[in-house]
């Protein structure tokens, strides 16, 4: 994801598809950029970059994804569709959007048929637009929200360019428990980095939507696991499995002696739970409400646009409108993004005065 | 005396509760009133823990449960309101409707604990009035042993009229009660740890002498730290306390046998008169499931002819996820064989691969799942850390009654557990050290995002 370039042309379209995206219930970020990486290193080279990421959170299911190829262009390109079904199968993506505005996209429909993807020009964006009745005043994403987004990025890319580069590129691509414990260390680094006021809440927040995602998957999968076994098997998730946690636990002992050598005694192990505890309590309350956690990662959205736009200072949580929400799914959609901003005070990564009145 | 933070909180949550029961809370109100603040709070916080949405009437009834007027209740929430422990919905039908944020117990305790002892002004809170301090700290030594007057008046550092006062509030709200030993030293106990055997202990002690009585005070301690201590590991002169114990019903004993070259041997492992273990009750089994099952742990984890338990939770949590353990074993028989004749396992002869890749033969338990085995090895799992107190059965009562004012039950399994063990000590202190550590735990387990 990145909010990069602002004479982008394309923008606006990009825009529209993700408010469409949104609007239908998806989480939706713009050009999310493929690096390449040589030896766990990121390197300059780019594979590719796909113009709107969207992700939807289902109760039962994984996420599903989408990715979309928006330009506003009148051609048509073989080569771009076949290249949009392997951006598609990288990110294990359920469906993709082939969308050229002024292009007549005749010549496209077959292939696009047989590799599964769906064309749109802007008629059929209109129509879909329409048939699904959707209220374009609820649009979240417009040119002046991309624009503050865009100065709050450059400013955090100044201050940590490596934060920058992970929430707009590799985070897309980790393991939900590496984009977990690394989301988590970016909420502890944001709190060190000196930045505006107003652009440290609105990346707190940002971080509190990237943060929501895979802990809703932690809660996913931690859904039939009984109550007293809860913790430890949070602790193995989080640590990658089981074997993985016994590589780490070793690593800690090793650590652990080499430090004590130096007359430094550490328990690693015992840091490490304090964290777990917490990350506990907030998956705990996701498992409680779990029909509802697959709201959060939208509200989290939805404070961090009230941010973007300059509306308020600290987010309001009456004024979030999701519109496929029901009162009651509303209600605890709020409660479990609070359950989030609150993890994030409780260690450390956030001011209770930033919360969500 | 210096308390440690979760324990002031324990403590005062105890306080709180006898006052509660007994006719003379209006007495603590006067002279303890930030102590049955901390109760209230501690309590309320626990019934509220991961109830989600709670709407003012169920509000109004929990504040009712715990014994509070209707303007207290408002106030302890403005607290939790400050802590973001619950956070107003908005709700402009319902204005008093919060939402739940309460944190795990343990941290509930420990800051309850730290913001009373110093008091805050953010929170509107002054600290505990040296009174008050003396009365926590009083049932805090009597809860581990009695001590004699003199002992405790030193140790609490308190003035004669203090002391006094502190005994007398201790004796109205019936958790601090004086004794006379049989060497007529004046000595203070607390009934309230001895779960349904306090007459009986107070008679056994009132006849010892206050040199006899440390002994046996300090294997009832090691008992309690650690559930199911085996007699033939204490040393001499405990074990001779806790023989002692052991008569007069203050520790309850359960013997296994292990065979041994010339036939077997008897190996007896000792249990404090918890709450939970049925036999609290006089009519109650001795050999239930829970303390069967521990014993038997224990008996693997001491006495096993070959390769000892080395991690006896590691083996509940095991047994509780797959049912079974990892491999057959050739102990194992004589391990489980109590606990599979009571109803909790099916003992089975199985082959089993050894590490080098040889076939051998041992024998593998199978959890019984039923809902009974199932409760009795949760049980084990929370004794089985040390410092499970009897004061931790008030939290899991609460949640009990918040259940039925909610109509949704809840295991709570945490006000099962607390484990504010003074033995159980954070390795660091400094914070940037702490920070550095918390860093470099998130380094190790894959939080490098650079």
Same mark, same amino acid.
């Given at each position: 994801?990145?909010?990069?370039?602002?004479?982008?042309?394309?923008?606006?379209?990009?825009?529209?598809?993700?408010?469409?995206?949104?609007?239908?219930?998806?989480?939706?970020?713009?050009?999310?950029?493929?690096? *390449?990486?040589?030896?766990?290193?990121?390197?300059?080279?780019?594979?590719?970059?796909?113009?709107?990421?969207?992700?939807?959170?289902?109760?039962?299911?994984?996420?599903?994804?989408?990715?979309?190829?928006?330009?506003?262009?009148?051609?048509?390109?073989?080569?771009?569709?076949?290249?949009?079904?392997?951006?598609?199968?990288?990110?294990?993506?359920?469906?993709? %959007?082939?969308? *050229?505005?002024?292009?007549?996209? *005749?010549?496209?429909?077959?292939?696009?048929?047989?590799?599964?993807?769906?064309?749109?020009?802007?008629? &059929?964006? &209109?129509?879909?637009? &329409?048939?699904?009745?959707?209220?374009?005043?609820?649009?979240?994403?417009?040119?002046?929200? %991309?624009?503050?987004?865009?100065?709050?990025?450059?400013?955090?890319?100044?201050?940590?360019?490596?934060?920058?580069?992970?929430?707009?590129?590799?985070?897309?691509?980790?393991?939900?428990?590496?984009?977990?414990?690394?989301i988590v260390?970016?909420i502890?680094?944001v709190s060190?980095?000196?930045?505006?006021?107003?652009?440290s809440i609105f990346v707190k927040y940002y971080l509190s939507t990237l943060l929501a995602?895979?802990l809703? *998957?932690?809660?996913?999968?931690?859904?039939?696991?009984?109550?007293?076994?809860?913790?430890?098997?949070?602790?193995?998730?989080?640590?990658?499995?089981?074997?993985?946690?016994?590589?780490?636990?070793?690593?800690?002992?090793?650590?652990?002696?080499?430090?004590?050598?130096?007359?430094?005694?550490?328990?690693?192990?015992?840091?490490?739970?304090?964290?777990?505890?917490e990350l506990?309590d907030v998956?705990?309350s996701m498992?409680?409400?779990?029909?509802?956690s697959?709201?959060i990662p939208?509200f989290l959205d939805a404070l961090t646009?009230q941010l973007?736009?300059?509306?308020e200072?600290t987010p309001r949580v009456?004024?979030v409108?999701?519109?496929?929400?029901?009162?009651?799914?509303?209600? %605890?959609a709020a409660k479990l993004a609070r359950d989030v901003l609150l993890f994030m005070e409780r260690i450390g990564g956030m001011a209770k005065s930033e919360i969500a009145a | 005396?210096?308390?440690?933070? @979760?324990?002031?909180?324990?403590?005062?949550?105890?306080?709180?509760?006898?006052?509660?029961?007994?006719?003379?809370?209006?007495?603590?109100?006067?002279?303890?009133?930030?102590?049955?603040?901390?109760?209230?709070?501690? +309590?309320?916080?626990?019934?509220? +823990?991961?109830?989600?949405?709670?709407?003012?009437?169920?509000?109004?009834?929990?504040?009712?449960? $715990?014994?509070?007027?209707? =303007?207290?209740?408002?106030?302890?929430?403005?607290?939790?309101?400050?802590?973001t422990w619950v956070l107003?919905?908005?709700?402009?039908?319902?204005?008093?409707?919060?939402e739940?944020h309460?944190p795990?117990?343990?941290?509930?305790?420990?800051?309850?604990?730290?913001?009373?002892?110093?008091?805050?002004?953010?929170?509107?809170?002054?600290?505990?009035?040296?009174?008050?301090?003396?009365?926590?700290?009083?049932?805090?030594?009597?809860?581990?042993?009695?001590?004699?007057?003199?002992?405790?008046?030193?140790?609490?550092?308190?003035?004669?009229?203090?002391?006094?006062?502190?005994?007398?509030?201790?004796?109205?709200?019936?958790?601090?009660? @004086?004794?006379?030993?049989?060497?007529? /030293?004046?000595?203070?106990?607390?009934?309230?740890?001895?779960?349904?055997?306090?007459?009986?202990? +107070? /008679?056994?002690?009132? +006849?010892?002498?206050?040199?006899?009585?440390?002994?046996?005070?300090? @294997? !009832?301690?090691?008992?309690?730290?650690?559930?199911?201590?085996?007699?033939?590991?204490?040393?001499?002169?405990? /074990?001779?306390?806790?023989?002692?114990?052991?008569?007069?019903?203050?520790?309850?004993?359960?013997?296994?046998?292990?065979?041994?070259?010339?036939?077997?041997?008897?190996?007896?492992?000792?249990?404090?008169? $918890?709450?939970?273990?049925?036999?609290?009750?006089?009519?109650?089994? !001795?050999?239930?499931?829970?303390?069967?099952?521990?014993?038997?742990?224990?008996?693997?984890?001491?006495?096993?002819?070959?390769?000892? !338990?080395?991690?006896?939770?590691?083996?509940?949590?095991?047994?509780? /996820?797959?049912?079974?353990?990892?491999?057959?074993?050739? =102990?194992?028989?004589?391990?489980?064989?109590?606990?599979?004749?009571?109803?909790?396992?099916?003992?089975?002869?199985?082959?089993?691969?050894?590490?080098?890749?040889?076939?051998?033969?041992?024998?593998?338990?199978?959890?019984?799942?039923?809902?009974?085995?199932?409760? @009795?090895?949760?049980?084990?799992?929370?004794?089985?850390?040390?410092?499970?107190?009897?004061?931790?059965?008030?939290?899991?009562?609460?949640?009990?009654?918040?259940?039925?004012?909610?109509?949704?039950?809840?295991?709570?399994?945490?006000?099962?557990?607390?484990?504010?063990?003074?033995?159980?000590?954070?390795? !660091?202190?400094?914070?940037?050290?702490?920070?550095?550590?918390?860093?470099?735990? $998130?380094?190790?387990?894959?939080?490098?995002?650079?």
């Amino acid at each position: 994801m990145s909010y990069e370039s602002l004479e982008d042309k394309d923008l606006e379209l990009k825009n529209r598809m993700m408010n469409l995206l949104w609007n239908l219930g998806w989480f939706a970020r713009p050009n999310v950029k493929l690096q *390449r990486y040589q030896e766990g290193k990121r390197t300059t080279g780019l594979h590719t970059d796909i113009d709107v990421l969207a992700v939807r959170l289902l109760p039962l299911q994984n996420p599903i994804t989408a990715v979309c190829s928006a330009k506003s262009g009148k051609e048509s390109d073989s080569e771009q569709i076949f290249w949009l079904a392997g951006v598609r199968s990288y990110f294990g993506a359920n469906s993709a %959007y082939y969308v *050229r505005t002024h292009a007549s996209l *005749r010549d496209a429909k077959t292939l696009c048929q047989k590799l599964d993807i769906i064309s749109l020009n802007d008629e &059929q964006l &209109q129509i879909m637009e &329409q048939r699904l009745s959707l209220n374009p005043s609820s649009y979240p994403f417009d040119l002046e929200f %991309y624009g503050r987004v865009h100065g709050f990025m450059e400013e955090l890319k100044k201050a940590k360019v490596g934060l920058y580069n992970y929430i707009s590129e590799k985070y897309w691509i980790d393991p939900f428990n590496n984009q977990l414990l690394r989301i988590v260390t970016a909420i502890h680094d944001v709190s060190q980095l000196t930045l505006t006021h107003e652009c440290s809440i609105f990346v707190k927040y940002y971080l509190s939507t990237l943060l929501a995602l895979p802990l809703q *998957r932690m809660g996913h999968l931690l859904l039939t696991t009984p109550q007293n076994l809860l913790k430890t098997e949070l602790e193995t998730a989080l640590m990658g499995g089981e074997l993985a946690r016994l590589d780490k636990e070793r690593t800690f002992q090793i650590v652990e002696k080499a430090l004590a050598d130096s007359k430094k005694t550490i328990d690693l192990n015992a840091q490490l739970r304090k964290l777990a505890d917490e990350l506990y309590d907030v998956v705990l309350s996701m498992i409680d409400h779990y029909e509802q956690s697959v709201y959060i990662p939208r509200f989290l959205d939805a404070l961090t646009h009230q941010l973007a736009k300059g509306l308020e200072a600290t987010p309001r949580v009456e004024k979030v409108a999701l519109p496929d929400l029901s009162q009651n799914d509303w209600k %605890y959609a709020a409660k479990l993004a609070r359950d989030v901003l609150l993890f994030m005070e409780r260690i450390g990564g956030m001011a209770k005065s930033e919360i969500a009145a | 005396m210096n308390l440690d933070a @979760a324990w002031v909180s324990l403590r005062s949550v105890e306080i709180q509760r006898c006052f509660s029961n007994s006719g003379s809370s209006e007495l603590a109100y006067i002279n303890l009133p930030q102590v049955m603040r901390i109760g209230h709070i501690a +309590r309320l916080a626990n019934m509220l +823990r991961r109830r989600g949405i709670v709407n003012g009437t169920s509000l109004g009834a929990l504040g009712a449960l $715990l014994g509070m007027q209707p =303007d207290t209740i408002e106030k302890h929430l403005k607290i939790m309101k400050a802590l973001t422990w619950v956070l107003s919905t908005n709700n402009k039908q319902d204005p008093a409707e919060v939402e739940d944020h309460v944190p795990r117990t343990s941290e509930v305790l420990s800051r309850l604990g730290q913001l009373f002892s110093t008091g805050s002004e953010e929170f509107g809170i002054s600290p505990l009035s040296k009174l008050e301090v003396s009365s926590v700290s009083a049932l805090h030594m009597c809860a581990r042993r009695p001590c004699s007057s003199e002992a405790m008046q030193s140790e609490l550092d308190a003035t004669p009229q203090t002391f006094q006062k502190v005994v007398g509030l201790g004796n109205a709200g019936k958790y601090l009660e @004086a004794i006379e030993l049989s060497d007529k /030293k004046k000595t203070l106990w607390s009934p309230i740890y001895y779960f349904n055997r306090h007459d009986t202990l +107070r /008679k056994f002690f009132q +006849r010892q002498t206050y040199a006899e009585l440390a002994p046996i005070g300090e @294997a !009832i301690e090691v008992c309690a730290e650690k559930v199911g201590t085996p007699l033939q590991a204490l040393p001499v002169q405990q /074990k001779n306390a806790a023989i002692a114990g052991m008569k007069v019903g203050a520790i309850v004993p359960i013997t296994l046998w292990m065979p041994s070259g010339d036939g077997k041997v008897d190996y007896t492992f000792l249990f404090p008169p $918890l709450s939970k273990f049925e036999d609290s009750d006089p009519s109650g089994q !001795i050999y239930e499931q829970p303390k069967v099952f521990l014993a038997s742990l224990r008996l693997g984890e001491y006495y096993a002819p070959t390769s000892k !338990i080395k991690d006896p939770l590691d083996v509940v949590r095991r047994l509780l /996820k797959d049912g079974k353990l990892g491999r057959p074993h050739s =102990d194992a028989f004589d391990q489980y064989k109590v606990p599979a004749s009571r109803g909790l396992f099916k003992l089975k002869e199985e082959e089993g691969t050894s590490y080098w890749g040889n076939p051998y033969r041992g024998w593998m338990p199978y959890l019984i799942r039923s809902e009974e085995n199932i409760k @009795a090895l949760q049980i084990v799992e929370s004794l089985i850390t040390p410092s499970s107190e009897r004061i931790s059965t008030t939290l899991s009562h609460d949640v009990e009654s918040a259940d039925n004012v909610f109509k949704q039950a809840l295991t709570c399994q945490e006000s099962l557990e607390f484990r504010g063990s003074p033995f159980v000590k954070d390795f !660091i202190v400094d914070p940037e050290l702490e920070r550095e550590a918390q860093m470099m735990a $998130l380094t190790i387990v894959g939080g490098t995002y650079e």
